[in-house]
């Protein structure tokens, strides 16, 4: 069994930075796609960010394009969602999850979940 786990959440005020980190304990960690994911209190979780799993390619969510960066170290199992320019509706719960594969091609690959960090953007 797979563990990820998220840190780096906060409260932040509107226009600030955060970045987010992803930790596995997953020995061929390189062998997947991860990615980011969040839910907002009342609403579905909703994709953010996914990187393939040579960090090659990323693909974002079109309300976060040009404010988020997801990246990933491969030497240290992690993965890392830098957020700038942070908006009130970043607000949510951010999830860091394992694509069952290398390259990011399902939404409904990811299978393995972390327990979620805390974003709170205050304006």
């Known amino acids: 069994q797979v563990h990820l786990v998220e840190s780096g959440g906060g409260l932040v005020q509107v226009g600030d930075s955060l970045r987010l980190s992803c930790s596995s304990d997953e020995r061929t960690f390189s062998n997947y796609c991860m990615g980011w994911f969040r839910q907002a209190p009342r609403k579905e979780r909703e994709f953010v960010a996914a990187v393939t799993g040579s960090g090659g390619r990323t693909y974002y969510e079109d309300s976060v394009k040009g404010r988020f960066t997801i990246s990933r170290d491969n030497t240290k199992n992690m993965v890392y969602l830098q957020m700038n320019s942070l908006k009130s509706d970043d607000t949510a719960v951010y999830y860091c999850?394992?694509?069952?594969?290398?390259?990011?091609?399902?939404?409904?690959?990811?299978?393995?979940w972390g327990q979620g960090t805390q974003v709170t953007v205050s304006s």
């Open positions: 999850a394992a694509s069952a594969y290398r390259l990011c091609v399902d939404l409904t690959d990811f299978g393995t």
